[in-house]
């Protein structure tokens, strides 16, 4: 079992900036990757940023240059920095952690979300 724990989201103006925290206990040895998505009201939840077990990133392009995630093993939390923060930035961000026990079998855990409101 993999328990994660987010913080650092609020409110912020336009061209702002905020760092979201997740610090994942449990079975943290058997983690492969990590990421954020995000969900805003009337749209699908979307990719925001990942970020794998041997370093490799993955940004949705519409973050990119903007967005950087980042990873502290020893402590075993991820991070993503958010800046230039545009309206359309604003949901409700979810920590997705992905796990491999065996081979072949992956399991999915994830944070209780934590909102980020863009507005003036």
């Known amino acids: 079992q993999v328990q994660l724990v987010e913080s650092g989201g609020g409110l912020v103006q336009p061209g702002g900036s905020l760092r979201l925290s997740c610090a994942a206990s449990?079975?943290?040895?058997?983690?492969?990757?990590m990421g954020w998505y995000r969900q805003a009201p009337g749209k699908q939840r979307e990719l925001v940023a990942a970020i794998s077990s041997g370093g490799s990133t993955n940004y949705a392009d519409v973050v990119k240059g903007r967005f950087t995630i980042s990873r502290d093993n020893a402590k075993n939390t991820v991070y993503l920095q958010m800046n230039s923060l545009k309206p359309e930035d604003t949901a409700v961000y979810y920590c997705h952690a992905e796990t491999s026990v065996v081979p072949g079998q992956i399991y999915d855990y994830w944070g209780q979300g934590t909102q980020v409101t863009v507005s003036s």
């Open positions: 449990g079975s943290t040895l058997s983690i492969n990757a």
